[in-house]
T-cell receptor, first 116, second 112 residues
Framework: DADVTQTPRNRITKTGKRIMLECSQTKGHDRMYWYRQDPGLGLRLIYYSFDVKDINKGEISDGYSVSRQAQAKFSLSLESAIPNQTALYFC???????????????FGPGTRLTVL | GEDVEQSLFLSVREGDSSVINCTYTDSSSTYLYWYKQEPGAGLQLLTYIFSNMDMKQDQRLTVLLNKKDKHLSLRIADTQTGDSAIYFCAEITSSNTGKLIFGQGTTLQVKP
């Protein structure tokens, strides 16, 4: 079974709709992250959370919000989707963050979101 | 600022060696990573190297780190068609809070 799962795997929606992408992990990690991938741009960080009470904006947080419902669950919401939010979205987890091997991030399979 | 650069495309013949290169700007990098993304799939951690190492070998994979030039490379020996994928290099620095800085990804095409 996968350690990091994302639902849905694919989603097509219309401009203005509210969308929630969900991420669950069984690795027991405290840190969770949301990234988006666009062709030729690599991955860019949207939000990250170091524990249930600690949520931080990444480099491209505008238009997104997150909720850390439990240690194992981290959701990403698009309150009013727009076409330039069409992308591949990845959730990741890590044991810790501070310059050690335990910073290593493990990724989910991704959610492909299309906003028409 | 933090920046990671990769060339976008590499084509090799099956059986040859592939070398994927990456440069980074932040000298406080602690760990550097190589991730593989196969078509339609997520990111798979291939290997990583700590910044006080020059080289790390893992079966067909060899990672070389030149800290002076801020240059990282991934060599894949005896490249197979199953190695066709996008390869991302990424760094974590001691100055940030665990944020991974990714390169744009190098698409490796392996021709039979």
């Amino acid at each position: 079974d996968a350690d990091v799962t994302q639902t849905p795997r694919n989603r097509i929606t219309k401009t203005g709709k509210r969308i929630m992408l969900e991420c669950s992990q069984t690795k027991g990690h405290d840190r969770m992250y949301w990234y988006r991938q666009d062709p030729g741009l690599g991955l860019r960080l949207i939000y990250y959370s170091f524990d249930v009470k600690d949520i931080n904006k990444g480099e491209i947080s505008d238009g997104y919000s997150v909720s850390r419902q439990a240690q194992a669950k981290f959701s990403l919401s698009l309150e009013s989707a727009i076409p330039n939010q069409t992308a591949l979205y990845f959730c990741a987890t890590s044991e810790q963050a501070g310059g050690s091997k335990r910073d290593t991030q493990y990724f989910g399979p991704g959610t492909r979101l299309t906003v028409l | 600022g933090e920046d990671v650069e990769q060339s976008l495309f590499l084509s090799v013949r099956e059986g040859d060696s592939s070398v994927i290169n990456c440069t980074y700007t932040d000298s406080s990098s602690t760990y550097l990573y190589w991730y593989k993304q196969e078509p339609g799939a997520g990111l798979q951690l291939l290997t990583y190297i700590f910044s006080n190492m020059d080289m790390k070998q893992d079966q067909r994979l060899t990672v070389l780190l030149n800290k002076k030039d801020k240059h990282l490379s991934l060599r894949i020996a005896d490249t197979q068609t199953g190695d066709s994928a996008i390869y991302f290099c990424a760094e974590i620095t001691s100055s940030n809070t665990g944020k991974l800085i990714f390169g744009q990804g190098t698409t490796l095409q392996v021709k039979p």
